[in-house]
């Protein structure tokens, strides 16, 4: 059993990463943005990744056509190469100011994201500076040698799948693309649909009737197959993992609505989005709303951050109703560890590793410790090595809070997309009211 190769699917890959690079610094291309780019695709000539990031760009090259829009979960986003291949404001590089008139660039040390730099004038033209940058590293994405596992999920909307499934038929013309189906509670009844969440590419020359127990129906009737991890890696599928968002099926309505693209939105149009504006989508989670009430964050920097703590899991803090539990994390988040070390996201602590003078290799492996929770576990072999890692105690006090983090461009790709939401709102709120009461987010 076999599925072929994509053809040319590096070379695709590299010259549409080298043509968006120069679209994006149309002066000069800094050195730190050609040097990450260069490592990524080191990285995935030989990946076992490079299909996975050739049917990206083709999905991105649909959505452009089709005026869709689709966001990425996990590490992903954080990917140099994803973020060339697709439109999107999530930019891996650290805090920058770049000069779109003579190319000048500079990287500002700062702990806040590109977006929240106060607008200057470029000191070579005096033109008006652009600003981005979300510092995320190339090895939360690869890990230090290439080989890190990399989770393909895509966000999208339902009007999305018929172009997916035309463009994976004209990549595959010689396999059957199967729908993949997924039981799911019904959001109003207590009983299980079969939910549409991707396709799977099956073999050479087999169809979905060599599969009849994975075999499944649609609430239409149209067949598809129910595969888990397990079955996909048994049976040798490819899995397209495309998940119906109703983020995204919105912002394809408002899109509509108002007439301004998704793609065109820029920094400036949803940096002054406020907490406030963010809660007024009422499509964030009841505990990130209760957080934001609370913590009411100020700049776009520490709603990631905000984003992150109602994502994670905490030691001795339960994941129950979020009215019950928030007043607890926001308690956390206000001792004096937290104050010396307000991380929340598994890029806060591989950077604050690095700040206090541990090697990369030793910063990475540390981070990888903490996000999985092995450093609030009550192992005493895992309690071992974490002392061994002589942390100072603040630091070491914060890292056994965590069970669980998420990764940062995980938690920006999602802040963002609540930011668009609230731009949305703003430019016409009558549409938007009518679509959160028709929805029920």
């Avoid at 002066?27 to 050739?54: G, T």
């Avoid at 596992?149 to 799948?161: A, L």
């Amino acid at each position: 059993m076999s599925i072929p190769h994509i053809k040319n699917a590096f070379h695709n890959i590299k010259t549409s990463c080298e043509l968006k690079l120069k679209q994006q610094y149309p002066i000069s291309i800094p050195e730190i943005a050609q040097e990450r780019l260069e490592k990524e695709l080191s990285f995935l000539e030989n990946s076992k990744y490079l299909d996975d990031f050739e049917i990206l760009r083709i999905i991105s090259e649909e959505a452009r056509k089709s005026n869709c829009s689709f966001s990425l979960k996990g590490t992903l986003p954080g990917s140099y190469i994803a973020f060339l291949l697709r439109d999107t404001l999530l930019d891996p590089l650290p805090p920058y100011y770049y000069c779109p008139v003579c190319g000048h660039f500079e990287i500002i040390d700062t702990r806040l994201f590109g977006i929240d730099l106060p607008k200057i004038t470029c000191p070579d033209c005096q033109s008006s500076m652009i600003s981005n940058g979300y510092h995320l590293s190339i090895e939360s994405v690869w890990g230090l040698d290439g080989k890190k596992t990399i989770s393909f999920e895509y966000n999208i909307c339902s009007d999305f799948i018929p172009f997916i499934k035309c463009a994976l038929e004209k990549i595959y013309p010689d396999n059957t693309i199967a729908p993949l189906g997924m039981l799911t509670q019904h959001a109003n009844d207590n009983y299980t649909v079969m939910e549409h969440c991707g396709f799977l590419i099956l073999p050479n020359e087999y169809t979905m009737d060599d599969y009849p127990d994975l075999l499944g129906y649609f609430e239409d009737g149209e067949a598809c197959l129910t595969a888990n991890l397990q079955d996909v890696e048994r049976y040798g599928f490819h899995r397209i993992s495309l998940l119906q968002n109703p983020m995204i099926e919105t912002l394809i309505t408002m899109q509509k609505k108002t007439g301004l693209y998704i793609r065109e939105l820029s920094n400036a149009d949803i940096s002054s989005m406020t907490w406030n504006d963010i809660m007024n989508t009422g499509i964030i989670t009841p505990l990130c709303r209760n957080l934001f009430t609370m913590c009411k964050p100020n700049s776009f920097t520490s709603m990631v951050s905000t984003v992150a703590c109602s994502h994670a899991s905490y030691q001795g803090i339960t994941p129950v109703h979020p009215d019950t539990n928030y007043y607890e994390i926001y308690h956390l988040l206000n001792t004096s560890e937290f104050g010396e070390y307000p991380y929340t996201t598994r890029e806060d602590f591989y950077e604050g590793a690095l700040k206090i003078g541990f090697p990369k290799e030793k910063a990475f492996e540390f981070s990888e410790f903490v996000q999985k929770g092995k450093a609030a576990s009550d192992n005493s072999s895992l309690q071992q090595k974490l002392e061994d890692y002589h942390l100072p105690s603040s630091l070491k006090n914060v890292a056994q809070k965590y069970r669980y983090l998420f990764p940062r461009a995980h938690c920006a790709e999602y802040t963002i997309i609540y930011a668009q939401l609230a731009f949305y709102r703003k430019k016409n709120n009558r549409a938007y009211s009518y679509l959160l009461s028709k929805n029920h987010f």
